[in-house]
């Protein structure tokens, strides 16, 4: 039987994120011990000279091969790690090096997936790799992206999206869920969930998983708003219309969708929506409520309308959230 080689590229540079490099090799290679065959995969770290690179972490890592090593060889996937600068506010910004792009620009002429890990996106995005496409990278500089690359539809939500033959993954931790969803599209799903135990994760994220829950989501500058959250959160079985929240507040409806828009970035039934789905998905993860039950009390008012939230905004049904999430 012969073995399709399929050669993977890891970029690496100076200050690239460790846990993003070291991640999807690590899959990689639990996936060989769930194989009768050898899986084909062989992993290159690749850079611009064989000196050692200093990762964010500190740790020195070796090179494999250099950029020119790879002229001219056809490659199976990509990878493209992330770095970032956090100056004294605590701002995070993407590292984006030209000649790594023009690297990474020349490796995708003979690639037949190109993929980044967390900030990597950006990389891809200045090697005019996501133009017209839809992509995600971690939450922290997903504005970043989407005001320097207007072209691309940049969705800060998901874990990680594919877009073609083209692969974007969150921040840090995802990038072992990239690598699982890359796992299973060469290999199927039965092998990506055993390599899945083999990382003891519960069972493998679908991409359309949140990055964070609504608790995470920056906090308001204004006390009445966070008063507002805390009622909603309260409250969701209520119908929390536009009004109602109006009301609580003692302002006019146009005021209170303004005041959402700018202090929280959203409509307000976006917000109370996205409110009821952590609610959902909190009792669907960590207690045995019907699915009518969790529906009547997150304020979703029936099992369809509940469906369809979850189908909209995270690509599963609340059945396959319990399935995949259920903890105990």
């Known amino acids: 039987m012969t073995t399709i080689e399929r050669l993977v590229a890891v970029v690496v540079f100076d200050q690239v994120d460790l846990l993003d490099v070291t991640g999807p090799p690590e899959v990689f290679s639990l996936l060989?011990?769930?194989?009768?065959e050898p899986t084909g995969y062989r992993v290159l770290l690749v850079a611009r000279t064989m000196d050692p690179v200093i990762t964010?972490?500190?740790?020195?890592?070796?090179?494999?091969?250099?950029?020119d090593d790879l002229e001219g060889r056809s490659i199976d996937t990509v990878i493209v790690p992330g770095a970032v600068t956090v100056d004294g506010d605590r701002r995070v910004t993407a590292l984006v090096e030209p000649d790594i792009v023009e690297h990474v620009a020349r490796l995708a002429e003979r690639t037949?997936?190109?993929t980044s890990v967390c900030v990597g996106a950006h990389i891809l995005a200045a090697a005019g790799l996501l133009d017209g496409k839809r992509a995600?990278?971690?939450?922290?500089?997903?504005?970043?992206?989407?005001?320097?690359?207007?072209?691309i539809t940049v969705d800060a939500e998901p874990i990680f999206i594919r877009d073609g033959d083209v692969w974007t993954g969150a921040g840090i931790s995802s990038c072992l869920d990239l690598a699982l969803a890359l796992?299973?599209?060469d290999f199927g799903e039965l092998l990506a969930q055993r390599v899945a135990r083999q990382l003891v994760v519960y069972l493998k994220r679908p991409g359309g998983q949140s990055q964070f829950s609504v608790p995470l989501e920056p906090i308001s500058t204004t006390r009445r708003v966070d008063e507002l959250r805390h009622h909603i959160?309260?409250?969701?079985a209520d119908p929390l219309t536009v009004t109602d929240l109006a009301e609580f507040l003692h302002i006019g409806d146009r005021q209170l969708t303004r005041i959402f828009k700018n202090e929280l970035g959203m409509t307000p039934a976006a917000y109370v929506e996205s409110a009821r789905l952590e609610a959902a998905r909190n009792r669907l993860e960590t207690g045995d409520d019907t699915m009518g039950r969790i529906a009547t009390?997150?304020?979703?008012?029936?099992?369809?309308?509940?469906?369809?939230?979850?189908?909209?905004?995270l690509g599963v049904t609340p059945g396959e959230y319990r399935k995949r999430f259920r903890i105990g």
Not at 32 to 36: A, G, W
Not at 58 to 65: E, F, H, K, S, W
Request: positive net charge.
């Open 183 to 185: 796992v299973a599209d």
């Open 32 to 36: 060989q011990r769930e194989m009768d």
């Open 297 to 313: 009390s997150c304020g979703f008012g029936t099992v369809d309308t509940m469906n369809r939230a979850f189908r909209r905004a």
């Open 136 to 151: 995600t990278t971690h939450w922290s500089t997903a504005a970043q992206l989407a005001a320097e690359h207007p072209r």
């Open 56 to 67: 964010s972490a500190g740790v020195r890592i070796l090179p494999d091969a250099t950029f």
């Open 233 to 236: 959160a309260g409250h969701l």
């Open 112 to 114: 037949r997936r190109m």
